[in-house]
């Protein structure tokens, strides 16, 4: 069993920057890729980066290309999204995310890949 606990988001403007975290316990050795996804009423919940915590390699929505960064601190077992250039568009519910298995190649993967999720956290961009 992995817990995960996300905090940071809250509102900003487009074109600021805002951060979250995401603090693991329990099981993390056999988590071989996190991520983040998000997800608006109605809509279902998209991938937005992930990272491999062997290789540390990363891949990004195009959506968020060149804007966010994703990292993990293993030796504090928490991962983090830094959010740049934010536009309306990144408004929606967060959430961290544990796969199932090794990081999808090519690709941030589905949240049908995943095994553990955290609560979410909101991040509101206004214009």
């Known amino acids: 069993q992995v817990t995960l606990v996300e905090s940071g988001g809250g509102s900003g403007q487009a074109g600021g920057s805002l951060k979250l975290s995401c603090a693991a316990s329990?099981?993390?050795?056999?988590?071989?890729?996190w991520g983040w996804f998000r997800q608006v009423p109605g809509k279902e919940r998209e991938g937005v980066a992930r990272?491999?915590?062997?290789?540390?390699?990363?891949f990004y929505a195009d959506s968020v290309k060149g804007r966010f960064t994703i990292s993990l601190d293993k030796a504090e077992n928490t991962l983090f999204l830094e959010m740049n250039s934010l536009k309306p568009d990144d408004t929606g519910m967060y959430y961290c995310?544990?796969?199932?298995?090794?990081?999808?190649?090519?690709?941030?993967?589905?949240?049908?890949?995943?095994?553990?999720w955290g609560q979410g956290a909101q991040v509101t961009v206004s214009s």
């Open positions: 990272i491999s915590s062997s290789t540390f390699t990363t």
């Open positions: 995310a544990a796969y199932k298995d090794t990081c999808p190649s090519g690709r941030v993967g589905s949240h049908r890949e995943v095994r553990f």
């Open positions: 329990g099981y993390t050795v056999n988590v071989y890729c």
